[in-house]
């Protein structure tokens, strides 16, 4: 009890520690991006933190930039990650921070107001019933605030240690010096009193070093493999989850070793190892972390879930996209477990599947796509705004024709070339199915075989191995050959003359939006055999395309594809105008 006594006499004359840091933290490039009730995403990746507050400025594709530096509001730091103040955009509004916090991960939380323009702004989606169902919405920074010093804390921790009889793992001075959060009330080596530190153990530190799956992020397998390096005079090592080691068993340190993660997905999961010399003497403390992610790591669905992807939204993903990344998880992996099941959205997500793969989905990896669709949020590849222009040159169909200019005469594969491969490209150009920035050069790429493979799953052209395999072989040739106009609608470049009174002077399709469509529903409602659910939504939906093919049945107004295809063109356009 002397001992202890002198211990804590000692710490009581030390100065109590600084509670923050004085560098500027960044925005984590995975976890950049809060969510807003009302105006969506917000990308905070161009933030700073400092001890006394933001700068620099975020973005949202509806309000712009919300800046941090405008010196009239400034959201502020107290230190140790209170926040308070506002950020101030010219379309955002103040968006007030009070009550905001970052934590000693460096996680934001809480959540912001931005008032009737912004609405509510939340930093941590995860489990969070008030984001999007889809969501995985999070902000983490770098920056960090220290650790308390003071003779009551450390007092604290002596009482915790000796009330847990923790001796074999809080050793004194040497533990102590390695381990801020732990000293004991023993230790025969104890020479002076020890210097408190506030960094935690470091992933290496001298001759010591851990790495955890050769130094990946994360991983979809529980089981990693440790690489450990220690100097010579280490024998024994501990490893644990945590840095309380309690009464773990020692082994014998080793270069290589398996561990277990927890089955808990989307935080870090930390291992920590503490190396003893011959005689017992802690040496030093190590730790790694590494996130468990099991919707990665599968090629092949990742590879299917493009493809479908690009057939579904007709155009291709972003990468800087958080909306187009979560459909491709969603595509290639299903669902997450937390989410929440929207019946009606897979409703409209599965009238889609419907149209473009003409046939309903029967195995987990189509039903996937339906529910990446409906979940992500990511946005269809609609039709070009309409200008205005004194002259009409609006088309006769809504459809490109994106049929061979020559016939396709031989099998093609990765890697040839010519002409045949050139027209190939151009007619998969015009279907969507390679992107509209793909330069046409005549050379079977690895690209042109995607979208081959996309081409194949659209139209069930299966190879002889069973799979869409990409080879243009007499099956994929024949059909091709057979392609006179395009399958799904593509983007429409027509220019429409002034639109005057007339409510309907753009293309109409699944999923658009607009007082158009809240116009068209009211229209087709008047008729109870057109539309007899006569539902008014702003929103064009499975059933309002319906309403639309008994229209166009009713007036003989044919698509493209010779068929009543529900998508308003020029042609259902103009009736409907000439009705209103």
Request: aromatic share 8%; charged share 25%.
């Amino acid at each position: 009890m002397k001992k202890i006594t002198l211990l804590l006499l000692a710490l009581a004359m030390t100065p109590v520690m600084a509670m923050a840091s004085a560098s500027e933290g960044t925005i984590d490039g995975t976890n950049r991006y809060a969510w807003s009730d009302k105006i969506g995403v917000i990308d905070m990746a161009n933030v700073k933190v400092t001890s006394s507050g933001l700068t620099g400025t975020a973005t949202n594709a509806q309000v712009g930039i919300i800046s941090f530096n405008d010196p009239t509001f400034k959201v502020t730091n107290d230190g140790i990650g209170n926040l308070k103040g506002s950020a101030y955009g010219t379309a955002s509004g103040l968006i007030n921070f009070a009550g905001v916090k970052i934590d000693s991960e460096g996680y934001f939380g809480g959540i912001a107001d931005g008032g009737f323009m912004s609405g509510k702004i939340y930093f941590d989606c995860t489990n969070n019933s008030n984001c999007p169902s889809a969501s995985s919405a999070r902000v983490r920074t770098d920056w960090r605030y220290g650790v308390v010093s003071s003779p009551t804390a450390v007092a604290t921790t002596i009482a915790n240690a000796v009330t847990a009889k923790n001796y074999s793992s809080c050793d004194g001075l040497n533990d102590y010096i390695s381990y801020s959060r732990c000293v004991s009330e023993i230790d025969s080596k104890l020479a002076v009193a020890p210097t408190p530190i506030t960094e935690e153990p470091k992933a290496s530190d001298g001759d010591y070093s851990i790495t955890i799956n050769n130094g990946v992020a994360s991983t979809n397998k529980l089981t990693v493999q440790l690489k450990l390096t220690a100097s010579k005079e280490a024998v024994d090592m501990v490893v644990a989850k945590d840095n309380n080691f309690g009464f773990l068993a020692k082994e014998k340190v080793a270069t290589t070793k398996e561990w277990q993660l927890e089955d808990s997905e989307g935080s870090p999961q930390y291992v920590y190892v503490k190396f003893y010399d011959a005689g017992g003497k802690p040496l030093k403390v190590v730790a790694n972390s590494i996130t468990l992610n099991k919707r990665q790591g599968n090629e092949a669905a990742e590879k299917d879930a493009l493809i479908a992807f690009r057939i579904m939204y007709a155009r291709e993903p972003k990468a800087d996209s958080q909306m187009d990344n979560e459909a491709l998880k969603i595509m290639a992996y299903g669902l997450p477990g937390n989410i929440a099941r929207d019946l009606e959205m897979e409703k409209s997500a599965l009238a889609r599947f419907i149209k473009y793969y003409k046939h309903a989905p029967t195995v987990n990896e189509e039903w996937n796509i339906v529910k990446g669709y409906a979940y992500a949020g990511a946005s269809i590849k609609l039709n070009t705004p309409v200008t205005e222009s004194k002259t009409e040159t609006v088309t006769e169909t809504s459809v490109k024709n994106c049929g061979l200019k020559l016939k396709l005469t031989k099998n093609l594969d990765l890697g040839a070339s010519g002409a045949e491969v050139s027209n190939m490209q151009t007619v998969l150009q015009c279907l969507g199915l390679l992107s509209a920035d793909y330069k046409v050069a005549g050379k079977f790429d690895k690209t042109t075989e995607d979208a081959v493979m996309a081409f194949q799953k659209e139209h069930k052209l299966i190879c002889k191995d069973g799979t869409y395999c990409g080879y243009v072989g007499p099956a994929t040739r024949a059909k091709f050959n057979a392609l006179t106009v395009a399958t799904k609608p593509a983007v429409s470049t027509e220019v429409a003359k002034p639109s005057g009174a007339k409510p309907f002077t753009r293309n109409l399709t699944v999923d658009m939006t607009g007082d158009d469509v809240t116009k068209l529903q009211e229209l087709l409602a008047k008729d109870k055999e057109l539309y007899p659910e006569g539902k008014v939504t702003g929103k064009f939906g499975p059933l309002t395309e319906e309403a639309v093919k008994r229209f166009q049945k009713k007036y003989d107004l044919k698509c493209a594809d010779t068929t009543y295809c529900g998508y308003i063109g020029p042609a259902t356009r103009n009736k409907l105008n000439e009705l209103y």
